[in-house]
């Protein structure tokens, strides 16, 4: 068996229960690799239509996010790992190629995070819970190892 070298694990989030399940287990992972946790809170379809038509500020949504987001950092600090986090869109509306699991990779790419951690189905279907479609994808486009919860 190979030693895995993690420094930063990737945990994509929605809001989701099955989203805090997948922060539970980058935190544990981060801890046993004295790694450090990002965790990227990813936007579904409907809220970036409803941001790009001026439906919806994004100020808004970044502070609807913010209540999980602490939730993140709460127990990060409380296991004693460092942690970051950010927001992307999970979809596009004039760029095609850009769905929930892309983000995921192209996120990983550029943190160069050693290790993702992601939510996978059943969703249940309520707005938000986008990470569900992107779990197959990242599985099997990810170079690094993909913890699927």
């Known amino acids: 068996m190979t030693d895995l070298d993690i420094d930063l694990v990737l ?3 929605d809001g989701s229960e099955e989203s805090h399940e997948a922060v539970d287990y980058a935190i ?3 801890a046993e ?3 450090s946790v990002h965790a990227l809170y990813v936007l579904d379809e ?10 919806v500020d994004e100020g808004d949504v970044a502070d ?14 409380a296991a004693g790992i460092a942690h ?8 596009s509306t004039k760029v095609k190629t850009v769905h929930p699991g892309s983000v995921v ?3 990983a790419e550029e943190l160069e995070s050693d290790f ?3 939510p996978r189905e059943p969703v249940s279907g309520d707005p938000g819970e986008v990470l569900g479609k992107a779990a197959e994808y990242v599985l099997l486009y990810a170079s690094q190892p993909v913890l699927s919860v």
Do not use: P, Q
Not at 46 to 55: E, F, Q, S
Not at 68 to 73: A, H, L
Not at 84 to 91: C, K, L, Q, V
């Open 11 to 13: 945990v994509s989030v």
């Open 28 to 30: 544990a992972v981060a």
């Open 33 to 35: 690799y004295d790694a």
């Open 46 to 55: 409907d809220v970036v239509r409803a941001i790009d038509h001026g439906v």
């Open 64 to 77: 609807d996010t913010e209540a999980f987001t602490d939730s993140v950092v709460r127990r990060a600090e």
């Open 84 to 91: 970051s986090n950010s927001i992307a869109y999970g979809f």
């Open 105 to 107: 990779l192209d996120t």
């Open 116 to 118: 993702i951690v992601v």
